[in-house]
């Protein structure tokens, strides 16, 4: 086989197996991104467990904060982290009593700070997931 035609053989099955190696990739990243996806949908999932009405509350927070950065021109990737935030703004509820958030009367200040706190236990919850640290 001359030369040339070798050289272009060789390329031409570097070639193919590059274009394989992305398309395996692509494929990863897609089951990646299902499975963050999966994860978080767990998270919000176990929220409604303890307090019913957070799923639905979490996901018309997520409608209305994308619909706001679509109206403001926000990057695709931006708008990504800016939804999983808002799906995960209420998770620290889980470290609310039941007692606080399905009780029907005024809340005191002392159940008041309890309900405030959430955002901190929130923070507790997704600050050692390392695929969301840029949403907190």
């Not at 590059?18 to 398309?23: E, L």
């Not at 982290?81 to 002392?110: C, M, R, W």
Request: charged share 20%; hydrophobic share 45%; net charge negative.
């Amino acid at each position: 086989m001359p030369e040339d035609e070798l050289a272009r053989a060789y390329c031409a099955n570097i070639e193919s197996l590059i274009a394989k190696r992305t398309d395996d990739l692509r494929e990863a990243m897609v089951d990646l991104e299902t499975s963050h996806n999966v994860a978080l949908d767990a998270l919000v999932s176990m929220l409604g467990l303890h307090y019913p009405q957070s799923e639905a509350h979490s996901k018309r927070m997520v409608a209305y904060t994308v619909a706001i950065a679509n109206a403001l021109g926000v990057t695709p990737e931006h708008i990504r982290v800016f939804a999983q935030a808002a799906y995960l703004h209420d998770i620290g509820n889980v470290a609310v009593p039941t007692s606080i958030l399905h009780k029907p009367d005024v809340l005191i200040a002392e159940e008041l700070d309890v309900v405030h706190r959430h955002c901190w236990y929130g923070y507790q919850v997704i600050q050692i997931i390392p695929w969301l640290s840029v949403a907190n």
